[in-house]
């Protein structure tokens, strides 16, 4: 079942306390670790927020409001905005390299420059996008597709687009698509996840549902392009 509302959000935090570092007897390792993971949890409440109220409203103010923390807390870990879409932008990335070793990615992404013909490595790869899509939230999607983004906040986070993209266009255009193709496909293909995951959380569409939906259309548009591949290189 999908789950709706900014109400659930302030839940984020709740699952892991950070100790106070200033008191704690506790090896460095440990307190690291756990910074580490309420940053990861202040990251996501902002994804959500992104996903839910949309861009424009992704305050300092209100990240700690859904978070249920204090806004010097999530200074701790974020000098401001530019510093949140970010950290949303690369969250996806981290979490899939954690579901997905680097071996499994690699043939995941050679099997899906073939397209249809990719088989069972194609599909494992991008059921786990879905569910490390599903664990972040939508906000580095939203940010990435919003055609209408402020020119120097895109410019800011020219880094973190850069490395976003490359996850999904660096690996097609090694199959043999042109940058011009891999690129059409990577924003057709965010709009296609970006509507069922919205389906999935309204409760519409069950998770097998939603990724078989996903699957079958992102095969649909890279076999697309290797025809059309083919055929200019048969042409020319």
Known sequence: MGKTGVDNLSNTLDTASVPNS??????SIAVESSAALRKRQLTRVA??????????SVQIERVAELAGCSRPLVYRYFHGRDD??????DDFGTSLNEVLGPDVQSKGWE???LGSA???PALQLLSA??????LCGMGGWVLRSTADLDPNLRQRLRVSFDRFDRQWIAPMTAGGLSELQAALIFRAASAIVTELLRRWRAGTLDRAEAIELGVRHTLYLIDGALRESATQGVNA
């Open 129 to 134: 996008m879905w569910d490390c899509i599903s």
């Open 22 to 27: 200033s008191n704690s007897s506790m090896p």
């Open 111 to 113: 099997a899906l420059s």
């Open 118 to 120: 990719g088989g069972a």
């Open 84 to 89: 949140l879409f970010a950290a949303v932008l």
């Open 47 to 56: 994804s959500n927020l992104i996903e839910i109220e949309g861009v424009g």
